[in-house]
């Protein structure tokens, strides 16, 4: 894939989370797509769609769906409007952690979140 991929064209209007995983889905049905060198074009969507969620649900998807794709996933680059976006998504990709099922109720004391 020579050009960023164009989030614009793949998201549509719902909730963060479940935009992010139909992100995912659509880059994950496309053959040509290099993980290793994607970049993706979000400058176009709404800054209210940009957040953490959104984001997760990518990743959550990508982890659910094709977990070998998980680390390189996480080091796509993305094209954002503003640098508090870009550090921002660089945190959250570098602080993701799949989903185990359970949540602060159910896990043993002292695990990892």
Do not use: C
Request: glycine content about 8%.
């Amino acid at each position: 894939m020579g050009m960023p991929a164009n989030a614009r064209k793949l998201v549509g209007y719902g909730l963060p989370s479940e935009e992010g995983r139909n992100l995912s889905k659509a880059l994950l049905a496309t053959a040509d797509i290099s993980w290793t060198e994607l970049e993706i074009d979000a400058r176009g969507l709404s800054p209210g769609l940009l957040i953490s969620a959104f984001f997760n649900g990518f990743l959550e998807n990508i982890q659910e769906n094709r977990p070998a794709l998980l680390r390189k996933a996480k080091r796509v680059k993305w094209h954002l409007s503003f640098q508090f976006q870009e550090e921002n998504v660089a945190r959250w990709m570098r602080n993701f952690r799949p989903s185990d099922g359970q949540d602060a109720k159910t896990r043993k004391p002292g695990a990892d979140p």
